[in-house]
């Protein structure tokens, strides 16, 4: 690495941007949830505070972003492939934790009878497995979310570099162009 700090580098700066603004930031309605718990006196649990599935919310909200992040990158073409896998992982943890949010929170507030159609089954999520599941798809979008910024700011880190050099380089071009009293 040159003279500069490993924070002090465009993709750095980018990931870092990413995991507090967008990470750190859709996860904090928990730290009210954890308050509300405190405050009734409740067992603060894996299940208490991602039982119902909100988790599900923020890796698809995660998801989306980094998603969008890499899509409008452009990247070389050695890393075609890897842009399309990353990508893919992405909308992969999209999809399945929107689908698993719209489910478990469909059956939570059901009611027997409501509406006038009785489905005959109304079996509650179990919230421990919601918690756990949801936690290890937010870390699968988490990783593939961290690969979709890291890839997208390595390209633009690329892009900005060379224009750096693009323009240092043709600096004296331009000046010896200008005319002497100007």
């Known amino acids: 690495m040159s003279d500069e700090k490993w924070y002090e580098t465009h993709v750095a700066h980018k990931v870092a941007t990413w995991v507090c603004f967008n990470v750190a930031v859709a996860l904090s309605p928990f730290l009210f949830g954890i308050m509300q718990l405190i405050n009734r006196n409740a067992a603060v649990s894996g299940q208490a505070l991602f039982g119902s599935g909100q988790l599900f919310l923020v890796s698809t909200a995660i998801a989306a972003g980094a998603t969008g992040e890499l899509v409008l990158a452009e990247v070389p073409r050695t890393l075609k492939l890897a842009k399309l896998l990353v990508i893919f992982g ?93």
């Open 90 to 182: 992405c909308v992969a943890s999209l999809l399945v934790s929107s689908l698993w949010f719209a489910d478990a929170a469909s059956t939570l507030g059901e009611i027997p009878g409501a509406n006038g159609a009785d489905s005959g089954n109304h079996s509650k999520p179990n919230g421990n497995i919601i918690s756990n599941w949801s936690w290890l798809i937010f870390g699968s979008t988490f990783l593939t979310g961290l690969a979709c910024i890291w890839m997208a700011a390595a390209t633009d880190g690329k892009k900005i570099a060379l224009a750096e050099l693009l323009s240092k380089a043709t600096a004296p071009i331009e000046a010896a162009e200008k005319p002497h009293g100007t």
